[in-house]
T-cell receptor, first 113, second 110 residues
Framework: NAGVTQTPKFQVLKTGQSMTLQCAQD?????MSWYRQDPGMGLRLIHY???????DQGEVPNGYNVSRSTTEDFPLRLLSAAPSQTSVYFC????????????FGSGTRLTVV | DAKTTQPPSMDCAEGRAANLPCNHS???????VYWYRQIHSQGPQYIIHGLKNNETNEMASLIITEDRKSSTLILPHATLRDTAVYYC???????????FGPGTSLSVIP
């Protein structure tokens, strides 16, 4: 039982490049979400999903795409990276709509130069 | 979701109880109080949650006032490993857009 696994742990991109941040969970959680965290700030919700085939926008969705084709995986795509997307990205999952709390991954540290 | 207010930082002596306050004066009757913590850039960790009764688990205790407008997270015997940012969140379970504010940065001092 690995919990929530995020890859890669670190990434440097050039402005305009695209990439996908991977998130996988092995707990059969129906709910998954992506947050970003900037220095000294709390976590801001980017996108979330309440089940396979269902996604919705959070607070700061612009510049990011998601899809949920399986229960286990919830990748986050940056189509054209910008320096403003330099941040730490966390993926979270839960069952029962988070009634018993979310489980977070260890994060992906992304730098866009 | 109701807004919460937490002090930006607190200190606690090692071995003493750490009492972290949270104000949620606009909380609705169906909103739960959740606490998470984040240790040095790791992913946040769920600690405890409650509706109106006090709750205790192996990590902490949660005290919610009778009017539910505020709560306190208690770490009974703080250790250096409890140094972290603690987030208080109120939410309806069915509401999926969970927002984390800046939280309280707790420093446990030897």
């Amino acid at each position: 039982n690995a919990g929530v696994t995020q890859t890669p742990k670190f990434q440097v991109l050039k402005t305009g490049q695209s990439m996908t941040l991977q998130c996988a969970q092995d707990m059969n959680h129906e709910y998954m979400s992506w947050y970003r965290q900037d220095p000294g700030m709390g976590l801001r919700l980017i996108h979330y999903s309440v089940g396979a085939g269902i996604t919705d926008q959070g607070e700061v969705p612009n510049g990011y795409n998601v899809s949920r084709s399986t229960t286990e995986d919830f990748p986050l795509r940056l189509l054209s990276a910008a320096p403003s997307q330099t941040s730490v990205y966390f993926c979270a999952s839960s069952y029962n709509r988070g009634r018993y709390g979310y489980t977070f991954g260890s994060g992906t540290r992304l730098t866009v130069v | 979701d109701a807004k919460t207010t937490q002090p930006p930082s607190m200190d606690c002596a090692e071995g003493r109880a750490a009492n972290l306050p949270c104000n949620h004066s606009t909380i609705s009757g169906n909103e739960y109080v959740y606490w998470y913590r984040q240790i040095h850039s790791q992913g946040p960790q769920y600690i405890i949650h409650g509706l109106k009764n006090n709750e205790t688990n192996e990590m902490a205790s949660l005290i919610i006032t009778e009017d539910r407008k505020s709560s306190t997270l208690i770490l009974p015997h703080a250790t250096l490993r409890d140094t972290a940012v603690y987030y208080c969140i109120v939410r309806v379970v069915s509401y999926d857009k969970v927002i984390f504010g800046p939280g309280t940065s707790l420093s446990v001092i030897p």
